[in-house]
């Protein structure tokens, strides 16, 4: 079994900066792609930004500049640094790792998520 845990969240005044972890453990041959998505109320799941194992990244557009992603292989960790906070990021962040197992299948598993407010 595979568990996603998120940590960092919490409340940050506007302009303010917050960095959110995302650690992976369990019964797992590599990790490939880690990712973090948002969930507003009232609102469908986005996704943020995503890393390879390779180190390639893709952000979307409202976070560019702003939040920045990363990963520690060694630790099967991703990190997603935000800065520059506004009111409308605040969300349920949830991070996933998309998981190969020692027979080649891969599965998509999905931390409980940690809630991060901005107040203006």
């Known amino acids: 079994q595979v568990q996603v845990v998120e940590s960092g969240g919490g409340l940050v005044q506007a302009g303010g900066s917050l960095r959110l972890s995302c650690a992976a453990s369990?019964?797992?041959?590599?990790?490939?792609?880690m990712g973090w998505s948002r969930q507003a109320p009232g609102k469908q799941r986005e996704l943020v930004a995503t890393?390879?194992?390779?180190?390639?990244?893709n952000y979307a557009d409202s976070v560019k500049a702003r939040f920045t992603i990363s990963r520690d292989n060694a630790k099967n960790t991703a990190y997603l640094q935000m800065n520059s906070l506004k009111p409308e990021d605040t969300a349920v962040y949830y991070c996933?790792?998309?998981?190969?197992?020692?027979?080649?299948?891969?599965?998509?598993?999905w931390g409980q998520g940690t809630q991060v407010t901005v107040s203006s």
């Open positions: 996933n790792a998309d998981i190969k197992d020692s027979k080649g299948y891969n599965y998509r598993y």
């Open positions: 369990g019964s797992m041959f590599s990790i490939n792609a």
């Open positions: 890393i390879t194992a390779a180190g390639g990244i």
